[in-house]
């Protein structure tokens, strides 16, 4: 990879972090109604997400361009998983004490950013993961019924730790969706209920991505992964935006309509993270030919979020109710975008074609 190329892929996910975080702060601070708090907040640590996809990108290509070290090893994931961290506490610091009754913006947006710590773990997860990615594209050129773990692998304990990460973040955000959404009772409960429950999708998602990175690592990477991997994402992706296009259908009250955008835009991330776990089934031990327009995908994402955004943003002129979700949609295209850098550095890197 040319190292200009290698600047611009590590500049985009700060850009976009930059984005969330400015365009955050600016509604968080233009006004004290309750759509300007939970859109402003959730908007602004969207930026957690994307600092931690510039941890995995910077992982990756400074493997790529032989300049990885020790500090760097050390450095990308921790800082993710700091971000990570501090995330969760916040969004504990603002749903604690507050009642799930009523329309309570502390409640929703605590939850919903609880829910966006969860998804930097994970990704903070496929940073560490990503610290033997150069050993990917050796297992790949290697026979296929030579299985054994390559020296400098991960060990045994590193393995169950990095695979169970994500795994143990997703139950806990489905544990927060499933439980708001079997004691829905409120605005603020359904909504709640519905987001984090997208979250949880995303989280799902990434397991996949995590384990087909370690198995692919370990050398372990079988004919099943490259199968259930990619499924688990695209049955995790359609599940929401399914969801979100029924609640929008339903729209018995004006609350359905929030989480019904936002679960699309939800599915939206899913679809950007299939291109990743997708790429690395389609070169394992391959040659893909149309491996470098798989980094389309979350080009096309990106673009349905921010029409999808316009389009509500309009519709916010005449309906309050749809604010939060038109901001929202904007992050989510910001993280969509930042995923093509993701993609684009994994196809350069695994990609013989």
């Known amino acids: 990879m040319n190292y200009w190329v ?127 990615f150069s050993l990917i594209p050796v297992n790949s050129a290697k026979a296929a019924g030579d299985r054994t773990p390559p020296a400098g692998a991960f060990s045994g304990v590193v393995l169950v730790v990095l695979g169970a990460l994500p795994v143990l973040l997703a139950a806990v955000a489905w544990g927060f969706g499933i439980t708001n959404l079997l004691l829905t009772t409120s605005p603020s409960r359904f909504t709640v209920g519905h987001v984090v429950s997208g979250l949880a999708m995303i989280c799902t998602s990434l397991i996949g991505l995590v384990w087909s990175i370690l198995r692919q690592v370990q050398d372990s990477y079988g004919p099943r992964d490259r199968v259930v991997w990619p499924w688990l994402v695209i ?41 990743k776990v997708g790429l690395l089934a389609l070169v394992w031990r391959r040659t893909f030919s149309l491996a470098n327009r798989v980094p389309l995908i979350p080009i096309v994402t990106a673009l349905s979020c921010l029409f999808l955004a316009a389009f509500v943003f309009q519709a916010a002129f005449t309906d309050t109710n749809v604010f939060i979700a038109a901001h929202v949609l904007v992050g989510l295209g910001a993280i969509c975008f930042t995923l093509y850098s993701i993609v684009s550095i994994l196809e350069s890197g695994t990609s013989s074609s």
């Open 6 to 132: 290698s600047v611009i892929f590590r500049a985009i996910p700060l850009a976009m972090m930059g984005v969330c975080v400015g365009f955050g702060v600016y509604v968080w601070n233009a006004g004290d109604a309750p759509g300007n708090f939970v859109a402003g907040r959730v908007v602004t640590f969207l930026g957690a997400i994307c600092l931690c996809l510039f941890c995995t990108a910077a992982t990756i290509i400074r493997q790529l361009i032989g300049r990885f070290n020790a500090v760097d090893r050390v450095l990308y994931p921790a800082l993710g998983y700091l971000s990570a961290i501090g995330t969760v506490a916040y969004g504990i610091t603002v749903f604690a004490g507050a009642s799930g009754e009523g329309a309570n913006p502390e409640y929703v947006a605590g939850h919903v950013i609880l829910g966006l710590g969860l998804i930097s773990g994970c990704v903070s997860t496929v940073a560490a993961a990503s610290t033997k």
């Open 235 to 275: 049955v995790m992706g359609s599940l929401a935006m399914v969801w979100g296009v029924v609640l929008l259908i339903l729209d018995r009250e004006p609350y359905y309509r929030t989480p019904g955008y936002v679960m699309i835009g939800l599915g939206l991330v899913c679809f950007s993270i299939l291109s």
